[in-house]
């Protein structure tokens, strides 16, 4: 149960946190969406495959973090004037 409540006040975390950065990268944020769903599928498969169900999990979690580094950092860029 607390698993859950602090997977969810992180995904609101991080939801606030980068909403203003989403607003010119779309794909940015689709990325994300899709690699927070493939994340959950993995949490809820029943056994680790091997180690290979925790080894998925850290890498995505490690994928999300770069997304998030490079959602960042171009919303630090300066922008060509239009």
């Known amino acids: 149960m607390k698993t859950k409540i602090l997977s ?3 995904a609101l975390l991080f939801t ?3 909403s203003s950065a989403f ?3 779309p794909h940015m944020e689709a990325a994300l969406g899709h690699l927070r769903a493939a994340r959950a599928e993995l949490e809820k498969a029943n056994t680790d495959k091997a180690g290979n169900r925790r080894e998925a999990i ?3 979690d490690k994928v999300i973090v ?3 580094r490079g959602v960042e950092a171009a ?3 300066p922008r ?3």
């Open 8 to 10: 969810g006040a992180l």
């Open 16 to 18: 606030v946190s980068f």
């Open 23 to 25: 607003a010119d990268q």
């Open 58 to 60: 850290a890498l995505v």
């Open 66 to 68: 770069a997304t998030q």
């Open 75 to 77: 919303r630090l860029e």
């Open 80 to 82: 060509p004037a239009r």
